[in-house]
Antibody
Framework: QLQLQESGPGLVKPSGTLSLICTVS??????????WGWIRQTPGKGLEWIGS???????DYNPSLKSRVTISVDTSKNQFSLNLGSVTTADTALYYC???????????WGQGKLVIVSS | DIVMTQSPDSLAVSLGERATINCKSS????????????LAWYQQKPGQPPKLLIY???TRESGVPDRFSGSGSGTDFTLTISSLQAEDVAVYYC?????????FGQGTKLEIK
């Protein structure tokens, strides 16, 4: 059974960088056919896809965040990560990692990590 | 971006009755190469992540009760719960994966009447 778990700081200062890691168990990031994605949820904007990465390292980002987002994969640790720069209070959200096939629904989700942007 | 609009925003249905949630996309989600609609439905209960219920607009995920069904094609889709159970109280979302950026509907809150 595939499992994903988000980790990282729950509080980030404005203008700083939000950094989260998703640890995958039950499948190898490098050998499966999955894409690995990040989605965030806020009361105001609902669910918002941030971006996804394939095991080869190819990425696809939401244009609304593309200038500030980097998603990378660490196959040795079976993890992938999210970095979101120049954060503001608008980036306060529940951040989920999830997996999907190419152009497919999100199959498995982590439990989510609440990140608050505040000084 | 493809805009996904759900209706209603909230819905109260009696136990055992039918619940119907609608989802409309601003662009056709019918993928011509396989004749499938790139539309998924999720269920989210409080304190939990969304759970995939249906993909390709009408295919139930493994383990999902058969009282859940999806229908529609092109730009108009429906999630139907044939006989509402207490455990179905949740927020339901539709999502298109036809093209990036993948986008979600605003959610429909389903409650017991």
């Amino acid at each position: 059974q595939l499992q994903l778990q988000e980790s990282g700081p729950g509080l980030v200062k404005p203008s700083g960088t939000l950094s989260l890691i998703c640890t995958v168990s039950g499948a190898s990031i490098s050998s499966s056919s999955y894409y690995w994605g990040w989605i965030r949820q806020t009361p105001g904007k609902g669910l918002e896809w941030i971006g996804s990465i394939y095991a080869t390292g190819s990425t696809d980002y939401n244009p609304s965040l593309k200038s500030r987002v980097t998603i990378s994969v660490d196959t040795s640790k079976n993890q992938f990560s999210l970095n979101l720069g120049s954060v503001t209070t608008a980036d306060t959200a529940l951040y989920y990692c999830a997996n999907h096939f190419d152009s497919s629904a999100f199959d498995y989700w982590g439990q989510g990590k609440l990140v608050i942007v505040s000084s | 971006d493809i805009v996904m609009t759900q209706s209603p925003d909230s819905l109260a249905v009696s136990l055992g009755e039918r619940a119907t949630i609608n989802c409309k996309s601003s662009h056709s989600l019918l993928y011509s190469s396989n004749n499938e609609n790139d539309l998924a439905w999720y269920q989210q209960k409080p304190g939990q992540p969304p759970k995939l219920l249906i993909y390709w607009a009408s295919t139930r995920e493994s383990g999902v009760p058969d009282r859940f069904s999806g229908s529609g094609s092109g730009t108009d889709f429906t999630l139907t719960i044939s006989s509402l159970q207490a455990e179905d109280v949740a927020v339901y979302y539709c999502q298109q994966y036809y093209t990036t950026p993948y986008t979600f509907g605003q959610g429909t809150k389903l409650e017991i009447k």
